[in-house]
């Protein structure tokens, strides 16, 4: 079975750094998070301890991607039932897969609770301030947030509403405690921007982006300098700011062409099963990791062969699960009510 649910509409190149943010991601977890969460290594190993930018990449290609999604759905109940087959199927295996390991005496940092677990089923367990099942699923809540969003207010008219949102998250974060938006998510400037950019950006590849548009999306940038993850990392302000002008011009880049080298890399499968990944990695790794190292493994052999092991579970899941309940449940709302979508225009996984 294919790794995509549908082949031919998929960016090489897009994929690509989706894996490359996902790799950036799983060793930082790896490296630093298990040093600070877990144990220390029993070998001196790179911490990697800026790959946690990985995941300000993962938010820029979510606004970019779901801008062609928005516009394909002929309905938001098409774009809500789409977003749950994208997210749910693998989401639910993997977290059973993590609470398994768990149950079997893998690290729990987050000190997770049955009846924790039962709420990071939502994907909105840290918008309460519960933790969730796995530390990595703290993005979810923002995902969700944003899809919701997105379908609700973005979809008629995203240009005015990206201009709005950006307006009331910089005024949010500047004036409101921050008990206010660390609940209200989407109005928490930093991360809000990053979605705002990858939006305004597909329109942009598309050649569609107005005045407005192209202001909003400068200001995006620009307001990057701004937050508490300016400094995030001790990159520096400088720093951060050309990072997010970098993975800006990176996916502009991979989505007009003149990445498609990138295309025939390793990181294109990365990419593909970038989600379940993702979703799983951090507590299995950390088991596995210790496992080896109580062992009398170097962390230097630990951490590629957690790395292995937790892509060749995603790739399991993504062939086993997340490909066919995505077909499966596409094709029960094609049987049943659905009006006809529009074909896909930017040719990135949505």
Do not use: K
């Given at each position: 079975?294919?790794?995509?649910?549908?082949?031919?509409?998929?960016?090489?190149?897009?994929?690509?750094?989706?894996?490359?943010?996902?790799?950036?991601?799983?060793?930082?977890?790896?490296?630093?998070?298990?040093?600070?969460?877990?144990?220390?290594?029993?070998?001196?190993?790179?911490?990697?301890?800026?790959?946690?930018?990985?995941?300000?990449?993962?938010?820029?290609?979510?606004?970019?991607?779901?801008?062609?999604?928005?516009?394909?759905?002929?309905?938001?109940?098409?774009?809500?039932?789409?977003?749950?087959?994208?997210?749910?199927?693998?989401?639910?295996?993997?977290?059973?897969?993590?609470?398994?390991?768990?149950?079997?005496?893998?690290?729990?940092?987050?000190?997770?609770?049955?009846?924790?677990?039962?709420?990071?089923?939502?994907?909105?367990?840290?918008?309460?301030?519960?933790?969730?099942?796995?530390?990595?699923?703290?993005?979810?809540?923002?995902?969700?947030?944003?899809?919701?969003?997105?379908?609700?207010?973005?979809?008629?008219?995203?240009?005015?509403?990206?201009?709005?949102?950006?307006?009331?998250?910089?005024?949010?974060?500047?004036?409101?405690?921050?008990?206010?938006?660390?609940?209200?998510?989407?109005?928490?400037?930093?991360?809000?921007?990053?979605?705002?950019?990858?939006?305004?950006?597909?329109?942009?590849?598309?050649?569609?982006?107005?005045?407005?548009?192209?202001?909003?999306?400068?200001?995006?940038?620009?307001?990057?300098?701004?937050?508490?993850?300016?400094?995030?990392?001790?990159?520096?302000?400088?720093?951060?700011?050309?990072?997010?002008?970098?993975?800006?011009?990176?996916?502009?880049?991979?989505?007009?062409?003149?990445?498609?080298?990138?295309?025939?890399?390793?990181?294109?499968?990365?990419?593909?099963?970038?989600?379940?990944?993702?979703?799983?990695?951090?507590?299995?790794?950390?088991?596995?990791?210790?496992?080896?190292?109580?062992h009398g493994w170097s962390a230097a052999v630990a951490i590629p062969a957690a790395l292995l092991a937790a892509a060749a579970l995603a790739a399991l899941i993504?062939?086993?699960?997340?490909?066919?309940?995505q077909r499966a449940i596409r094709r029960a709302w094609a049987r049943g009510w659905a009006p006809t979508a529009r074909p896909a225009r930017l040719g990135a996984e949505t």
């Amino acid at each position: 079975m294919s790794l995509d649910p549908s082949p031919g509409a998929r960016n090489g190149a897009l994929d690509a750094l989706r894996g490359l943010a996902a790799l950036a991601v799983v060793l930082h977890h790896y490296g630093f998070g298990y040093a600070d969460r877990v144990a220390p290594h029993n070998a001196a190993v790179p911490l990697f301890s800026a790959g946690h930018f990985g995941v300000e990449l993962f938010f820029i290609l979510s606004g970019f991607v779901i801008t062609d999604t928005l516009e394909r759905a002929a309905s938001l109940r098409q774009f809500a039932v789409y977003r749950v087959a994208r997210l749910y199927p693998a989401f639910l295996v993997c977290s059973g897969l993590t609470l398994a390991v768990l149950a079997l005496g893998g690290p729990n940092p987050l000190a997770v609770s049955p009846l924790t677990a039962l709420a990071g089923l939502t994907m909105l367990a840290p918008l309460a301030q519960i933790p969730p099942i796995d530390p990595s699923h703290w993005t979810l809540s923002f995902e969700v947030a944003f899809y919701a969003l997105a379908g609700l207010c973005l979809r008629r008219d995203l240009e005015t509403g990206c201009a709005v949102w950006l307006a009331a998250a910089l005024l949010a974060t500047a004036f409101l405690p921050a008990a206010v938006w660390q609940v209200l998510v989407l109005l928490y400037l930093p991360l809000a921007l990053l979605f705002v950019i990858g939006a305004l950006l597909s329109r942009l590849v598309a050649g569609r982006l107005s005045v407005l548009g192209r202001g909003t999306l400068l200001a995006a940038l620009g307001l990057t300098s701004v937050g508490p993850f300016a400094d995030h990392g001790n990159l520096g302000t400088p720093a951060y700011v050309a990072l997010i002008a970098a993975f800006t011009a990176a996916v502009w880049a991979a989505a007009t062409g003149r990445l498609a080298w990138l295309g025939r890399t390793p990181l294109v499968f990365l990419g593909a099963v970038s989600y379940p990944l993702y979703l799983v990695h951090q507590i299995l790794g950390y088991a596995i990791i210790r496992d080896l190292e109580a062992h009398g493994w170097s962390a230097a052999v630990a951490i590629p062969a957690a790395l292995l092991a937790a892509a060749a579970l995603a790739a399991l899941i993504r062939v086993g699960v997340e490909v066919p309940a995505q077909r499966a449940i596409r094709r029960a709302w094609a049987r049943g009510w659905a009006p006809t979508a529009r074909p896909a225009r930017l040719g990135a996984e949505t």
